[in-house]
């Protein structure tokens, strides 16, 4: 369902005020339909929660896996302390993206110069290209659980993907992400299985302290970091907003949107962090052979069969959805920042063809790295959460200011008061601590 009208693409709130003047206090309508229909708040939903599953990534699940194996539950109740950071980013995302009609490389552009446009254009296309290699080595490992060689299974994937983005609309490909989210469920599943009870999680909890001091646990607690607040999801959050013309009156359900998202995430990651301290513990996951370090800790539990029938979905699923978000993160900000000139239903050039084309770029060329089968797919997956927490500081700090700016923001949106000192505290201790702790 289309909303009434919606905001050119403008950098400026003022810009865009003469054609339309939506300036209403959210919450403040009654009977004169300033809230969204049930109908329209169905289709505001999907953004948030579809880019906070992308997070449950196969770079994200190996990490927790990993903790898992080496920390026990020690970093079990950082993934509850997370939940309110990865929401306080990913909502500033929202209050932009409905006010200015731009993307965030865009933004930067035009606030900040061409200095820091470049920086961040340059940091947009790192993490989203890195994210994309990533994802294909999730597929790469479920072919590798079934004997079928690197190549052929990247290849297939990419193809699948291919077809989806030429034959299909934002909207399809958004339901084809959400059903995909849907297969991370499996990890809940078998968290739940290997339930090891309070007063075992909670035994284990208390070693964070002293486990922070190695170098190796700080690493994670970074990697950890980068995989929750992860500047590709940003980059995606954004453009998808605008891609779906949501305005001031779908604030409310966007917002539930991206909490509902934000927990969710947080739950998988728990779950597949709580499997690997109860069955893997002590165990060196990155130097093992992949279906032993995937595998063989689930084997004793669900047989070796249903171990590698699990774990294969949600892989599957969170890879190929990482894949499509973070391709349409980078290549919608290049649209953008190339001058795309929108009408309305999608952010690109004239043509309408550029974000599908750095779409497929994107996919084409994470399916011949991953598929030449030249990389260790556990360590390369942590070493490229430690970037997403180096490049994440230069990311959340640009889109801290634009929600402050007058001129940018719609008024009843803005940043400011207790809540903006809240989040600049907290994603300044995020910032702080992903890029200490990858530096010891």
Not at 42 to 56: R, T
Not at 72 to 95: C, H, K, N
Not at 151 to 170: E, N, Q, V
Not at 368 to 375: E, H, N, Q, R
Request: proline fraction near 4%; include cysteine.
């Amino acid at each position: 369902m289309e909303p009434e009208s919606h905001l050119p693409i403008s950098s400026s709130w003022e810009a865009a005020k003469p054609i339309r003047d939506d300036r209403l206090e959210l919450g403040s309508g009654s009977k004169t339909g300033r809230y969204p229909t049930l109908a329209r708040a169905m289709a505001v939903l999907g953004p948030g929660v579809m880019v906070c599953l992308a997070d449950s990534d196969i770079g994200g699940l190996f990490t927790m896996a990993v903790a898992g194996s080496k920390c026990g539950y020690a970093l079990l109740p950082l993934q509850l302390l997370l939940v309110p950071p990865l929401f306080m980013a990913q909502e500033l995302t929202i209050r932009i993206g409905v006010s200015t009609r731009r993307s965030l490389c865009g933004l930067a552009y035009d606030h900040f110069g061409n200095a820091v446009g470049s920086a961040l254009l340059m940091a947009c296309l790192g993490v989203c290209g890195a994210a994309v290699v990533s994802e294909f080595t999730g597929v790469a490992a479920v072919g590798e659980l079934w004997g079928v060689p690197r190549w052929i299974s990247c290849s297939a994937s990419a193809a699948l993907l291919s077809t989806l983005i030429l034959s299909g609309s934002f909207k399809s490909i958004e339901r084809v992400g959400l059903a995909l989210g849907m297969c991370l469920s499996v990890f809940v599943v078998v968290g739940t299985a290997c339930y090891p009870g309070w007063q075992e999680m909670k035994d284990g909890a208390r070693q964070s302290s002293e486990m922070l001091q190695q170098p190796a646990v700080r690493e994670l607690v970074a990697a950890n970091i980068g995989t929750v607040v992860t500047p590709w999801m940003l980059f995606y959050q954004l453009s998808a907003t605008v891609e779906k013309r949501l305005t001031v009156t779908d604030v409310p359900v966007a917002r539930v949107d991206t909490a509902v998202g934000a927990l969710a995430t947080q739950v998988v990651m728990a779950s597949v962090l709580v499997t690997y301290a109860k069955l893997a513990y002590g165990t060196s996951l990155e130097n093992l052979p992949l279906d032993q370090a995937l595998i063989a800790p689930l084997s004793s539990t669900f047989g070796v069969h249903m171990a590698k029938v699990l774990m294969s979905a949600g892989l599957f699923g969170s890879s190929l959805l990482a894949t499509l978000v973070a391709a349409l993160g980078a290549a919608w900000n290049v649209s953008d920042v190339l001058g795309g000139d929108s009408d309305g239903s999608e952010m690109s050039l004239p043509q309408g063809a550029l974000w599908r084309f750095g779409v497929l770029a994107s996919v084409m060329t994470g399916a011949i790295l991953v598929g030449s089968g030249m990389c260790n797919i556990i360590t390369l997956n942590i070493f490229i959460q430690v970037v997403n927490g180096m490049a994440m500081p230069i990311t959340v700090g640009v889109l801290f200011v634009l929600a402050r700016m007058e001129d940018v923001v719609h008024p009843a949106l803005r940043l400011k008061g207790w809540y903006c000192w809240c989040v600049g505290i907290v994603l300044t201790i995020c910032s702080i601590v992903a890029v200490g702790c990858t530096t010891f």
